[in-house]
């Protein structure tokens, strides 16, 4: 068929679909590089100005496209990931409008605005994503409303407000509909395919520890996890989240070799009864898991690793929970294995020799381990302070920083200690995760922050096993607990600003366990509730047929039910009186003129015959004689109507 | 190829035209109820189903549990405008359909009276017949007076057939469209012979019109046409205006008007019919008793609009040669 060309579009039309692409794209705008955002919104008002009058040259719109992908791809290094995805999907929601032209334009800009929005919800699923994204979807749809206006020239029918609160309307009805479909739609178990990666890592702990490296991250307060005790919660000062042990040292950073998630978890006897809690992990895009010093078990879809790490089998990608026991340790792998331990002393060669000249000093004045660990942390104590602004540490870095700078923060700490402690002959790694939290008064539940990072070191001695030592705490301990310290009293230190931050924080915790967290287990145990257990997707889906059925009737009545402009209220009040007359067999028969009815019925009445005949001559004056009557009049007939009552019988 | 395809699509379209209410031409008031009522999604309709589709089955495959919330609740809002848009044409009543004859060429103005059975405001719905459309929207339950302008070809009658109001409110997702066949058929008069020789007051000659020019006052002055004799000139009234105007006279006389097919044996079948037809306007704006001679019948002589009507609606009806 050949095809029409389609309609142009009015100026007015085009800035509303402008409109609604904007507020589509700002969920992503939020989402991507700042200077990114700037630049795409930048290039894309200046493309607009200039394709306002007439259209672009296609050379240059070509060109700006060309630019704009080569501009997104350098942000994310050239690499593809989810967020890459987003960005030039927001690239080209940006520049779409330089060719805003036709009604057809306007359509296909209107369904990228829509797209876009899913695609923020692939980077971010909080709920300040959601709060913009449903008024933009409905500025989108309103945006339609008006095209299809547009199309058959009738732009003038209705307003744009009106447009919007018929959207807001349809929204309102829809609303339950959408609900049952998001409890009730059978979800996947598991997914069809994998969640494609980020380009861009996210801030967190990294699976490499060098001296130097946190400075990010120990200044970033986004939430690292939240965490709910079941029952008693260990003492503040032994929350420890263990992340990953680190055993291979290459003279400057440390890192988790593989084969501890090849072995069965080492040995621990528990010093007392196990803590339950529930971790709510947000996405790291990595395969870590953390628990609190020393887990017992590993929950599903993960392995607990020989030195007692945890690792999720995929990548964490969406909010996690799982839950967890953990329990001190009386004693943690008692026996080493040769080959454990050979890794554990392993030190790279012609790395610090003063440190290592150190230690031998230290071994041969003594052969208790414990003493040289003592000894250690009393030459921290002594010796070392604790900064934030730590110089940068040269090749030899242990030694740069044991002997000449002596001052640092946790990664310095543990890395240089744990060297010492091999160096010495002593069984040691270095293990990284966070430390504390701040507890939530008002969800009564814990927030760990990125903030939180924190590395320690755990040395084996005899008999005893594995021990946790940390070296920051010989320096500073308050600065470890700073943040449980200052945290007792709330980010803001107990003001107004710190509870609302509390519970800004609660609702977004809330917000994880219902929303985010709703997955097929959760729909399972939804419909258990309504008495069928174990419901298979056919269960579901006949759940989900008659609830949908069920609401679409409740709707369509709603939609059914008139809403023109309203009666005459004279009118309305004049058939409330004749059916006050109908309640006693006075029924006024269609046809009949109002006189008549009322000269009918008038003798029938042994009380108010007078008042009927003269009520309803009023009404017949009013209605048909005097169209003009005054407002005053008018409403003291529509009071007397209402206000009328049967007081008698009818006489047949 | 593309018109094998084009014909293909036109025999569908009139077959699934067959199938569509009403089958037949029905008697008005006609109000639309459900069976009558047809919804399909348009283009963009499909475009946006499809693209909810994608962003559902992606949201469910990743569990991503805002993007389903969003994407349910766009579902269920495209979905309630389906039944929106589908109650937009629910109730509404045709109450009559007329139209004033007109001269072939000329525009029919079809005049239709439509209210709605349930008070429910729906806007932009678009009236068609063929390529002539309107747009109109039916606020309440009230009347609403709707002209539809048909263009006119040929005379004699005009049968619209099926006019088809439909709406794609209130998103333009889909198309809800109803059919109405009301039992019209417009008269279209012949187009009027644009510079037709005066009125054949007697078939005589000039000594007549003389006595008849003397006899009688001059009722008002028209243009020129070809074929009027130069003493009906008005010269001076010419002078004044720059152009050429004519005297004519109003007919006193007891004469009767004779306009009569067989004298116009040497024009063409099409153009004795304009000939007439204007001569049947001419005699009747100069308030004539005129007869109207036409193969096999005879109207008149009368005057007045009804014979007027009658002879138009006469030549109108002629066989087409």
Redesign the interface.
Same mark, same amino acid.
């Given at each position: 068929m050949a095809r029409t060309p389609s309609p142009a579009l009015d100026r007015r039309s085009r800035t509303w679909c402008l409109a609604a692409a904007f507020a589509c794209a700002l969920p992503l705008l939020l989402l991507v590089p700042h200077w990114l955002a700037a630049t795409l919104l930048a290039a894309s008002g200046i493309g607009i100005a200039l394709a306002w009058k007439r259209p672009a040259p296609s050379a240059l719109r070509f060109l700006l496209t060309f630019a704009l992908v080569g501009l997104v791809f350098s942000a994310y290094s050239f690499r593809l990931g989810r967020d890459t995805a987003s960005s030039l999907l927001l690239a080209m929601l940006m520049f779409k409008p330089i060719e805003l032209n036709t009604l057809r334009d306007a359509r296909s800009l209107v369904g990228f605005s829509l797209f876009a929005l899913f695609a923020a919800f692939l980077l971010d699923q909080g709920p300040l994503t959601l709060a913009l994204a449903l008024p933009a979807a409905g500025f989108a749809f309103a945006s339609c409303a008006r095209l299809a206006d547009a199309e058959v020239g009738a732009i003038g029918l209705a307003t744009n407000w009106k447009r919007i609160a018929a959207i807001g309307g349809l929204f309102a009805l829809a609303a339950p509909l959408a609900l049952a479909g998001f409890w009730l739609f059978p979800r996947l178990g598991s997914p069809l395919w994998g969640v494609p990666d980020v380009a861009r890592a996210k801030v967190g702990i990294s699976d490499r520890m060098a001296p130097g490296d946190w400075i990010d991250l120990l200044s970033d307060d986004t939430p690292a996890f939240r965490v709910r005790f079941d029952g008693p919660m260990p003492p503040q000062d032994s929350l420890y989240w263990r992340g990953l042990v680190m055993w291979n040292f290459d003279g400057r950073g440390w890192t988790q070799p593989a084969w501890p998630l090849g072995m069965r978890p080492a040995a621990q006897v528990p010093a007392s009864r196990p803590v339950r809690y529930e971790v709510t992990l947000e996405p790291t895009d990595r395969h870590y898991l953390f628990a609190l010093d020393l887990p017992q078990d590993a929950p599903e879809g993960a392995i607990l690793a020989q030195d007692l790490s945890l690792a999720a089998q995929e990548s964490v990608k969406s909010l996690l929970t799982y839950t967890m026991r953990s329990a001190a340790p009386a004693r943690f792998e008692p026996d080493l294995a040769p080959g454990v331990r050979a890794v554990a002393l392993r030190l790279p060669p012609g790395f610090n020799p003063r440190t290592i000249a150190l230690a031998q000093r230290w071994r041969s004045e003594t052969n208790d381990d414990a003493a040289i660990v003592r000894r250690a942390l009393a030459m921290y104590h002594e010796k070392f302070s604790y900064s934030l602004a730590a110089p940068p540490l040269g090749r030899d870095s242990v030694d740069e920083f044991l002997f000449d700078t002596k001052i640092g923060y946790c990664e310095h700490f543990s890395s240089s200690f744990t060297f010492l402690m091999r160096a010495a002959g002593i069984p040691a790694r270095v293990v990284t995760g966070y430390v504390g939290g701040y507890r939530n008064t008002i969800g009564d539940y814990w927030l760990v922050r990125q903030s939180d990072a924190h590395a320690w070191s755990e040395v084996w001695l005899p008999g005893r096993g594995w021990m946790r030592v940390d070296p920051t705490a010989a320096v500073a301990p308050e600065r470890v607990f700073r943040r449980a310290a200052d945290n007792a009293a709330g980010p803001g230190g107990g003001t107004t600003l710190g509870k609302l931050l509390d519970v800004g924080d609660w609702i977004r915790h809330g917000w994880n366990d219902f929303v985010l967290g709703f997955n097929s287990v959760r729909q399972q145990s939804l419909l258990s509730a309504f008495g069928v257990h174990n419901p298979d997707s056919g269960d579901l889906a006949i759940a989900f047929g008659v609830a949908t059925g069920l609401l679409l009737a409740i709707v369509g009545l709603f939609q059914l039910r008139d809403r023109g402009p309203r009666r005459d209220p004279l009118l309305r009040a004049w058939s409330r009186f004749t059916g006050r007359l109908a309640r006693v067999h006075l029924r006024k028969l269609p046809h009949e003129p109002a006189l008549a009815y009322a000269r009918r019925v008038a003798p029938l009445l042994s009380l108010q015959g007078e008042d009927v005949l003269a009520l309803s001559q009023r009404f017949v004056s009013a209605r048909y004689a005097r169209p003009d009557m005054d407002d005053q009049a008018r409403s003291a007939l529509i009071k007397a109507l209402r206000a009328f009552r049967i007081r008698d019988r009818a006489r047949s | 190829m #593309?018109s094998a395809?084009?014909g293909f699509?036109a025999t569908w379209r009139r077959r699934a035209l067959g199938f569509t209410r009403p089958r037949r031409v029905e008697a008005l008031p006609v109000a639309l109820d459900r069976r009558r009522i047809y919804v399909l999604p348009t283009r963009?309709g499909l475009? #946006?189903a499809a +693209?909810?589709g994608t962003?559902l089955v992606?949201? /469910?495959?990743?569990?991503?549990?805002?993007? /389903? +919330?969003? *994407?349910? /609740? /766009?579902?269920? @809002?495209a979905? +309630?405008?389906l039944?929106?848009t589908h !109650?937009a044409l629910s109730g509404i009543r045709l109450r009559d359909a007329r139209a004033v004859p007109v001269y072939a060429g000329d525009d029919s103005i079809l005049e239709l009276r439509f209210d &709605?059975l =349930?008070? =429910?405001?729906r806007? *932009?719905l678009?009236l068609a017949c063929g390529a002539a459309r309107t747009?109109f929207?039916l606020? *309440? &339950?009230?009347d609403v007076q709707v002209e539809l302008s048909l263009a006119t070809t040929r005379r004699g009658w005009l049968l619209p057939g099926r006019l088809t109001l439909s709406t @794609?409110?209130? !998103?333009? +997702?889909a198309r809800a469209w109803s059919y109405f066949w009301p039992d019209l058929r417009l008269l279209v008069y012949p187009a009027l012979e644009i510079h037709a020789p005066p009125l054949p007051t007697h078939e005589g000659t000039g000594d007549r019109m003389r006595v008849r020019a003397q006899g009688e006052e001059p009722h008002h002055l028209r243009d020129y046409r070809v074929g009027d004799p130069p003493r009906q000139v008005a010269w001076k009234a010419s002078a004044r205006t720059g152009k050429l105007l004519v005297r004519e006279y109003e007919a006193h006389s007891d004469r009767d008007i004779r306009l009569d097919w067989n004298t116009l044996a040497s024009l063409p079948y099409e153009a004795r019919i304009s000939r007439l037809a204007r001569w049947v306007v001419e005699a009747d704006r100069a308030n004539a008793r005129y007869a109207l001679v036409l193969p096999g019948q005879l109207l008149g002589p009368a005057q007045g609009h009804a014979h007027r009507h009658a002879c138009l609606q006469a030549l109108a009806l002629l066989p087409h040669g």
């Amino acid at each position: 068929m050949a095809r029409t060309p389609s309609p142009a579009l009015d100026r007015r039309s085009r800035t509303w679909c402008l409109a609604a692409a904007f507020a589509c794209a700002l969920p992503l705008l939020l989402l991507v590089p700042h200077w990114l955002a700037a630049t795409l919104l930048a290039a894309s008002g200046i493309g607009i100005a200039l394709a306002w009058k007439r259209p672009a040259p296609s050379a240059l719109r070509f060109l700006l496209t060309f630019a704009l992908v080569g501009l997104v791809f350098s942000a994310y290094s050239f690499r593809l990931g989810r967020d890459t995805a987003s960005s030039l999907l927001l690239a080209m929601l940006m520049f779409k409008p330089i060719e805003l032209n036709t009604l057809r334009d306007a359509r296909s800009l209107v369904g990228f605005s829509l797209f876009a929005l899913f695609a923020a919800f692939l980077l971010d699923q909080g709920p300040l994503t959601l709060a913009l994204a449903l008024p933009a979807a409905g500025f989108a749809f309103a945006s339609c409303a008006r095209l299809a206006d547009a199309e058959v020239g009738a732009i003038g029918l209705a307003t744009n407000w009106k447009r919007i609160a018929a959207i807001g309307g349809l929204f309102a009805l829809a609303a339950p509909l959408a609900l049952a479909g998001f409890w009730l739609f059978p979800r996947l178990g598991s997914p069809l395919w994998g969640v494609p990666d980020v380009a861009r890592a996210k801030v967190g702990i990294s699976d490499r520890m060098a001296p130097g490296d946190w400075i990010d991250l120990l200044s970033d307060d986004t939430p690292a996890f939240r965490v709910r005790f079941d029952g008693p919660m260990p003492p503040q000062d032994s929350l420890y989240w263990r992340g990953l042990v680190m055993w291979n040292f290459d003279g400057r950073g440390w890192t988790q070799p593989a084969w501890p998630l090849g072995m069965r978890p080492a040995a621990q006897v528990p010093a007392s009864r196990p803590v339950r809690y529930e971790v709510t992990l947000e996405p790291t895009d990595r395969h870590y898991l953390f628990a609190l010093d020393l887990p017992q078990d590993a929950p599903e879809g993960a392995i607990l690793a020989q030195d007692l790490s945890l690792a999720a089998q995929e990548s964490v990608k969406s909010l996690l929970t799982y839950t967890m026991r953990s329990a001190a340790p009386a004693r943690f792998e008692p026996d080493l294995a040769p080959g454990v331990r050979a890794v554990a002393l392993r030190l790279p060669p012609g790395f610090n020799p003063r440190t290592i000249a150190l230690a031998q000093r230290w071994r041969s004045e003594t052969n208790d381990d414990a003493a040289i660990v003592r000894r250690a942390l009393a030459m921290y104590h002594e010796k070392f302070s604790y900064s934030l602004a730590a110089p940068p540490l040269g090749r030899d870095s242990v030694d740069e920083f044991l002997f000449d700078t002596k001052i640092g923060y946790c990664e310095h700490f543990s890395s240089s200690f744990t060297f010492l402690m091999r160096a010495a002959g002593i069984p040691a790694r270095v293990v990284t995760g966070y430390v504390g939290g701040y507890r939530n008064t008002i969800g009564d539940y814990w927030l760990v922050r990125q903030s939180d990072a924190h590395a320690w070191s755990e040395v084996w001695l005899p008999g005893r096993g594995w021990m946790r030592v940390d070296p920051t705490a010989a320096v500073a301990p308050e600065r470890v607990f700073r943040r449980a310290a200052d945290n007792a009293a709330g980010p803001g230190g107990g003001t107004t600003l710190g509870k609302l931050l509390d519970v800004g924080d609660w609702i977004r915790h809330g917000w994880n366990d219902f929303v985010l967290g709703f997955n097929s287990v959760r729909q399972q145990s939804l419909l258990s509730a309504f008495g069928v257990h174990n419901p298979d997707s056919g269960d579901l889906a006949i759940a989900f047929g008659v609830a949908t059925g069920l609401l679409l009737a409740i709707v369509g009545l709603f939609q059914l039910r008139d809403r023109g402009p309203r009666r005459d209220p004279l009118l309305r009040a004049w058939s409330r009186f004749t059916g006050r007359l109908a309640r006693v067999h006075l029924r006024k028969l269609p046809h009949e003129p109002a006189l008549a009815y009322a000269r009918r019925v008038a003798p029938l009445l042994s009380l108010q015959g007078e008042d009927v005949l003269a009520l309803s001559q009023r009404f017949v004056s009013a209605r048909y004689a005097r169209p003009d009557m005054d407002d005053q009049a008018r409403s003291a007939l529509i009071k007397a109507l209402r206000a009328f009552r049967i007081r008698d019988r009818a006489r047949s | 190829m #593309i018109s094998a395809a084009q014909g293909f699509a036109a025999t569908w379209r009139r077959r699934a035209l067959g199938f569509t209410r009403p089958r037949r031409v029905e008697a008005l008031p006609v109000a639309l109820d459900r069976r009558r009522i047809y919804v399909l999604p348009t283009r963009f309709g499909l475009f #946006i189903a499809a +693209l909810l589709g994608t962003m559902l089955v992606g949201a /469910l495959n990743y569990n991503n549990n805002p993007a /389903l +919330l969003l *994407g349910f /609740l /766009l579902a269920a @809002t495209a979905q +309630l405008s389906l039944h929106a848009t589908h !109650l937009a044409l629910s109730g509404i009543r045709l109450r009559d359909a007329r139209a004033v004859p007109v001269y072939a060429g000329d525009d029919s103005i079809l005049e239709l009276r439509f209210d &709605a059975l =349930r008070a =429910r405001p729906r806007p *932009g719905l678009v009236l068609a017949c063929g390529a002539a459309r309107t747009v109109f929207s039916l606020p *309440g &339950a009230d009347d609403v007076q709707v002209e539809l302008s048909l263009a006119t070809t040929r005379r004699g009658w005009l049968l619209p057939g099926r006019l088809t109001l439909s709406t @794609t409110q209130p !998103l333009g +997702l889909a198309r809800a469209w109803s059919y109405f066949w009301p039992d019209l058929r417009l008269l279209v008069y012949p187009a009027l012979e644009i510079h037709a020789p005066p009125l054949p007051t007697h078939e005589g000659t000039g000594d007549r019109m003389r006595v008849r020019a003397q006899g009688e006052e001059p009722h008002h002055l028209r243009d020129y046409r070809v074929g009027d004799p130069p003493r009906q000139v008005a010269w001076k009234a010419s002078a004044r205006t720059g152009k050429l105007l004519v005297r004519e006279y109003e007919a006193h006389s007891d004469r009767d008007i004779r306009l009569d097919w067989n004298t116009l044996a040497s024009l063409p079948y099409e153009a004795r019919i304009s000939r007439l037809a204007r001569w049947v306007v001419e005699a009747d704006r100069a308030n004539a008793r005129y007869a109207l001679v036409l193969p096999g019948q005879l109207l008149g002589p009368a005057q007045g609009h009804a014979h007027r009507h009658a002879c138009l609606q006469a030549l109108a009806l002629l066989p087409h040669g």
